[in-house]
């Protein structure tokens, strides 16, 4: 007789995904609030697990950005800053912009890392991932901004901590995924039409759209 699926790497590793996902929609729709406490223990307990998916889970989300993990304090809710968020994606389209103009003429091993990401991206948003989504989303804007050759652009993006504050932003203005695959879908269709200028605008605007979503999130 096989031995209980319970006992097989395979199915802790399945456990730390199913309790990732449950603590990711528990911040996203505010059942845990900026700053709470999140208890091993409990969630073990919680979910009828050993506290090792729960840690692996927790890890996981602090690399996403959406606990922080103290020494002696235990893991919270990172507490997010609407006006960084705000700023950030302003300074992305900053960058971003200009990045696309320098990004041509894009060689073709790029434009088809470009396509792979956005089916990627296809596929997450179709089965609601969030999570997914957003680190092929992370790596498709990258890509661009690596391809500008511009090492000053490259230092700064990668040093606005772009993934643990996508995540977070999420929290603020939802998570219509869908709507941006075609933005996404057009942005690469400029850069195989070699038209930068095009790119950089739809960077731009869909960048800046994004932090107006969440300045008109801010409560009154």
Same mark, same amino acid.
């Given at each position: 007789? %096989?031995?209980?699926?319970?006992?097989?790497?395979?199915?802790?590793?399945?456990?730390?995904?199913?309790?990732?996902?449950?603590?990711? #929609?528990? =911040?996203?729709?505010?059942?845990?609030?900026?700053?709470?406490?999140?208890?091993?223990?409990? !969630?073990?307990? /919680?979910?009828?697990?050993s506290?090792?998916p $729960?840690r /692996?889970?927790?890890? /996981?989300?602090?690399?996403?950005? !959406?606990?922080?993990?103290?020494?002696?304090?235990?893991?919270?809710?990172?507490?997010? %800053?609407?006006?960084?968020?705000?700023?950030?994606? #302003?300074?992305?389209?900053?960058?971003?912009?200009?990045?696309a103009?320098?990004? $041509?003429?894009?060689?073709?091993? !790029?434009?088809?890392?470009?396509?792979a990401? @956005?089916?990627?991206m296809?596929?997450?948003?179709?089965?609601?991932?969030?999570?997914?989504?957003?680190?092929?989303?992370?790596?498709?804007?990258?890509?661009?901004? =690596? #391809?500008?050759?511009?090492?000053?652009? @490259?230092?700064?993006?990668?040093?606005?901590?772009?993934?643990?504050?996508?995540?977070?932003?999420?929290?603020?203005?939802?998570?219509?995924?869908?709507?941006?695959?075609?933005?996404?879908?057009?942005?690469?269709?400029?850069?195989?039409? #070699?038209?930068?200028?095009?790119?950089?605008? !739809?960077?731009?605007?869909m960048? %800046?759209?994004?932090?107006?979503?969440?300045?008109?999130?801010?409560?009154?």
């Amino acid at each position: 007789m %096989n031995a209980p699926c319970a006992s097989t790497p395979l199915n802790r590793h399945c456990m730390r995904d199913k309790i990732r996902d449950v603590l990711i #929609q528990r =911040i996203q729709d505010g059942t845990y609030q900026s700053g709470e406490r999140l208890i091993e223990l409990n !969630l073990a307990r /919680e979910f009828k697990v050993s506290q090792a998916p $729960v840690r /692996e889970a927790l890890r /996981e989300l602090e690399t996403m950005g !959406l606990v922080t993990s103290r020494r002696y304090c235990g893991t919270r809710v990172r507490q997010s %800053n609407l006006q960084d968020l705000v700023e950030t994606y #302003q300074m992305r389209a900053l960058i971003e912009q200009r990045a696309a103009e320098l990004a $041509v003429p894009c060689p073709e091993d !790029l434009l088809d890392e470009l396509s792979a990401c @956005l089916d990627k991206m296809t596929t997450a948003a179709s089965a609601t991932d969030t999570s997914c989504y957003l680190t092929h989303a992370i790596h498709f804007h990258r890509l661009i901004v =690596i #391809q500008s050759g511009h090492k000053l652009f @490259l230092q700064t993006w990668d040093n606005l901590d772009i993934s643990a504050r996508a995540h977070v932003a999420t929290l603020h203005i939802g998570k219509d995924l869908p709507e941006f695959i075609d933005v996404h879908a057009a942005i690469l269709q400029a850069l195989r039409n #070699q038209n930068g200028v095009r790119a950089g605008e !739809l960077l731009r605007d869909m960048l %800046n759209g994004l932090a107006l979503s969440l300045l008109s999130s801010r409560p009154a």
